[in-house]
């Protein structure tokens, strides 16, 4: 199984990107997909990752962090077994790796997630 992400980059604040992820060993559209950031380390400190987006497998419904709704669009391929994030309208504080992942679980949690990309860069100057 293989997540690979690619469309991340430098951009200005205010400015777009679209993330890519396709997979290969794994049928995306029998998961529930998502993409995620890192976030603070857990009570263990172990690095934890935020569901900065994701499609629930079961139901179809899309999910977004508060934070990105209104200007962040995640969608999916089927044919091409692949899933997007649009990022519009970014800001300095959505700098980060942004990785791609699909599990069984159908929830916000990392935990849940079997596959997982290595993530691609994303860097927001002001």
């Known amino acids: 199984v293989q997540l690979v992400e690619s469309g991340g980059g430098l951009v200005q604040a205010g400015g777009s990107l679209r993330l890519s992820c396709v997979a290969s060993?794994?049928?995306?559209?029998?998961?529930?997909i998502g993409w995620f950031r890192e976030g603070p380390p857990n009570e263990r400190g172990r690095v934890s990752y935020?569901?900065?987006?994701?499609?629930?497998?079961?139901?179809?419904?899309?999910h977004y962090l508060d934070s990105v709704k209104g200007r962040f669009t995640m969608s999916s391929d089927k044919a091409k077994n692949m899933m997007y994030l649009q990022m519009n309208g970014l800001v300095p504080e959505d700098s980060d790796v942004y990785r791609c992942?699909?599990?069984?679980?159908?929830?916000?949690?990392?935990?849940?997630?079997?596959?997982w990309g290595q993530g691609t860069q994303v860097t927001v100057s002001s």
């Open positions: 060993g794994v049928t995306l559209d029998d998961h529930t």
């Open positions: 935020i569901a900065v987006a994701y499609i629930n497998g079961s139901d179809g419904s899309t």
């Open positions: 992942a699909a599990g069984f679980g159908g929830s916000v949690y990392d935990y849940e997630y079997d596959y």
